[in-house]
């Protein structure tokens, strides 16, 4: 009897033990799905919105090395993409796998996971995280500066001869009327007036030229060219910056409708949805293209499962 329990106890473990091929298998099936929802509970479908995983779970999340990470009966775990587990829900939280591993909680502790399931550590994780070189966002300090209860552009002043070219600069500030500024990327920052905002390139804020032959008054130039160089477009705009990364994409409301601009301020997705939100990893947005009907638009403006 004890030698059929300890089989019986072999064959559990290794029926639950994850393998060096099936990770393998992981990365072979390149199929793409995209969570859908119904009733409250979520599934996934293929390019077409054919279900391919019935919506059963609580939560789920974009296919990530081949696993999605999907909460069921308020545990997490990771789903294949033949709707097998590959981990079965005993978490309490977890990421999606990104750079070989996940972030998971259990019982109040914390750790990264591999794909096998097992504890991993941050150089199995992460090996060349610590040789890459992140994306800092401009500062809007260094640009636009707060004075008591106004705002302040810096600004190169060029006053420039007609006669002989010659050049002279001059770093100076000029009161502008603006709301706030915030940081977006290496080369644009976010200005709001009036309840409205704008992304704007930091070389066309700065440098101001003006005729020194004349009479004309530098401020008044600085301003002139501002004013004719910056405008408001959009009623909000969100974006995927975080506090360390410039942000690469953003969503912008005008007219009360959504849309996508890439981090150089081109509109990807014209607005018209009246709900959009980013997916950054998989080039994607989900959106609301009717009351009640969803769907998803690539970042290169291709549709799925909206009804025609």
Not at 68 to 95: C, E, M
Request: hydrophobic content about 40%.
């Amino acid at each position: 009897m004890k030698t059929k329990f300890i089989s019986f106890l072999l064959m559990v473990t290794l029926a639950s033990c994850i393998t060096t091929r099936d990770v393998e298998k992981l990365s072979q099936r390149q199929v793409r799905l995209y969570p859908i929802g119904i009733e409250g509970k979520w599934g996934f479908a293929d390019q077409t919105g054919a279900t391919v995983i019935e919506p059963t779970y609580q939560k789920v999340n974009f296919f990530h090395r081949g696993l999605a990470v999907v909460q069921h009966k308020n545990k997490f775990g990771y789903l294949r993409a033949d709707g097998s587990w590959h981990i079965r829900p005993k978490y309490d939280s977890a990421t999606s796998f990104v750079s070989n591993c996940a972030s998971v909680t259990k019982n109040n502790k914390s750790y990264l996971i591999n794909q096998r399931g097992r504890k991993a550590g941050d150089m199995e994780c992460y090996p060349a995280a610590r040789c890459a070189m992140p994306s800092i966002a401009a500062d809007p300090k260094n640009y636009v500066v707060k004075r008591e209860a106004h705002y302040e552009l810096i600004y190169k002043q060029i006053p420039y001869q007609l006669a002989d070219l010659s050049i002279a600069q001059l770093d100076t500030t000029i009161v502008i009327a603006i709301d706030s500024v915030q940081a977006f990327n290496l080369d644009h920052i976010i200005i709001y007036k009036n309840g409205k905002c704008g992304l704007h390139a930091i070389d066309r804020l700065r440098p101001v030229a003006f005729d020194a032959t004349t009479k004309a008054d530098p401020a008044a130039t600085a301003v002139a060219k501002f004013i004719a160089r910056i405008d408001f477009p959009y009623e909000e705009l969100k974006s995927n910056l975080t506090s360390e990364n410039a942000a690469s994409h953003a969503k912008v409301k005008i007219n009360g409708k959504w849309g996508l601009i890439n981090g150089q301020d081109k509109m990807l997705i014209p607005p018209t949805y009246s709900q959009l939100e980013l997916y950054p990893a998989r080039q994607l947005v989900f959106v609301e293209y009717a009351p009640n009907h969803f769907g998803y638009v690539s970042y290169r403006g291709e549709v799925y499962f909206e009804e025609k």
